[in-house]
């Protein structure tokens, strides 16, 4: 560098990458044998570009690191340690980001892009950047216009299963909805979150802005929608939907409402954890005895007791079962 010869140092690091990527990676815990890439001369390099202010070739050679070192992490067979050499690399690409000669919403889009394609916390130093650059309202404007093009032209490859495909989406519109609140264009949110909701279920993300928004008919309704279309294919959805559900009654202390769903999680799964949690509300709402015997009832025979005279909860119609 001292030389001049920074065209000769980028090229060295860019075929230090190559050759490191190229490689298999493997380990046997048994005998401790097998090979995970030293990235640590890349990082000095990479260092040592950026001290003498070459940001802009950082940047460049970042993003092949990026493509090159997802390949090789998707393919290794190891503890972490091949995405850990590379993740500490892209630390370094994301210092030199706001040094580089790029515009504020190049250098913003840049790191959109990086986190988006990350499937491997290769860039979980991004938030240092986000962190110590300070962009405007316009900036934020410009990025997302930038976003929402490009989610509403977004790819679908046939090769993709739906959740991989939903999950791309999802930080995607992640980014749009961060990008509108901090430009603060806050009313095209929720209409944002509703659009992509029916399309990759992501009614978690919606239901959480209407009840921020104080819209809790809404958010009641989008509720009982998103379970609807959750609950047998992704009920882990529809599980985060119902807790949000009861999470408002429970504010508005509506006992047999949080009591009758309960209810319908322990006749569902019945367990020590969801019986203490029925008996936790049955109490709040004042009818335990009641709840008890028919609890016990079911225990002993299997039957369940709706529609039974003495039970005093109402179904909510959420859960199937």
């Given at each position: 560098?001292?030389?001049?010869?920074?065209?000769?140092?980028?090229?060295?690091?860019?075929?230090?990458?190559?050759?490191?990527?190229?490689?298999?990676?493997?380990?046997?815990?048994?005998?401790?044998?097998?090979?995970?890439?030293?990235?640590?001369?890349?990082?000095?390099?990479?260092?040592?570009?950026?001290?003498?202010?070459?940001?802009?070739?950082?940047?460049?050679?970042?993003?092949?690191?990026?493509?090159a070192g997802t390949r090789q992490v998707e393919m290794s067979h190891d503890e972490g340690e091949t995405a850990g050499e590379i993740s500490s690399c892209i630390e370094v690409v994301f210092r030199a980001l706001p040094q580089s000669s790029l515009s504020s919403v190049k250098k913003m889009i840049w790191a959109v892009e990086a986190e988006i394609q990350d499937k491997y916390e290769l860039c979980y130093s991004a938030e240092l950047f986000w962190k110590k650059e300070k962009y405007s309202k316009a900036d934020w404007n410009s990025l997302a216009e930038e976003l929402i093009k490009r989610l509403n032209s977004f790819p679908v490859s046939k090769d993709e299963d739906s959740f991989s495909r939903?999950?791309?989406?999802?930080?995607?519109?992640?980014?749009?909805?961060?990008?509108?609140?901090?430009?603060?264009?806050?009313?095209?949110?929720?209409?944002?979150?509703?659009?992509?909701?029916?399309?990759?279920?992501?009614?978690?993300?919606?239901?959480?802005?209407?009840?921020?928004?104080?819209?809790?008919?809404?958010?009641?309704?989008?509720?009982?929608?998103?379970?609807?279309?959750?609950?047998?294919?992704?009920?882990?959805?529809?599980?985060?939907?119902?807790?949000?559900?009861?999470?408002?009654?429970?504010?508005?202390?509506?006992?047999?409402?949080?009591?009758?769903?309960?209810?319908?999680?322990?006749?569902q799964h019945s367990s020590l954890h969801t019986f203490n949690d029925l008996e936790k509300a049955a109490k709040q709402a004042k009818i335990w005895p009641e709840v008890r015997a028919a609890v016990m009832q079911y225990l002993e025979t299997g039957n369940l007791p709706w529609g039974h005279p003495s039970w005093p909860l109402l179904k909510t119609g959420l859960l199937q079962g």
């Open positions: 560098l001292s030389k001049g010869s920074v065209k000769r140092l980028v090229k060295a690091v860019r075929s230090e990458i190559h050759e490191l990527s190229s490689e298999p990676v493997w380990r046997n815990h048994w005998n401790d044998e097998g090979y995970i890439p030293d990235y640590s001369r890349v990082k000095e390099r990479l260092e040592a570009l950026l001290t003498q202010g070459f940001a802009d070739e950082v940047v460049h050679l970042g993003k092949e690191l990026l493509e939903n999950y791309r989406r999802d930080h995607l519109s992640n980014w749009v909805v961060r990008a509108l609140e901090k430009s603060g264009r806050h009313k095209e949110i929720i209409p944002l979150c509703e659009q992509e909701a029916e399309k990759t279920g992501s009614y978690v993300r919606l239901v959480k802005y209407l009840i921020n928004a104080r819209q809790k008919e809404e958010a009641t309704a989008w509720i009982n929608k998103g379970i609807g279309a959750t609950q047998k294919k992704w009920p882990g959805i529809a599980s985060e939907l119902t807790a949000l559900l009861r999470e408002m009654w429970e504010k508005e202390e509506d006992w047999l409402r949080v009591a009758a769903l309960r209810a319908e999680e322990f006749f």
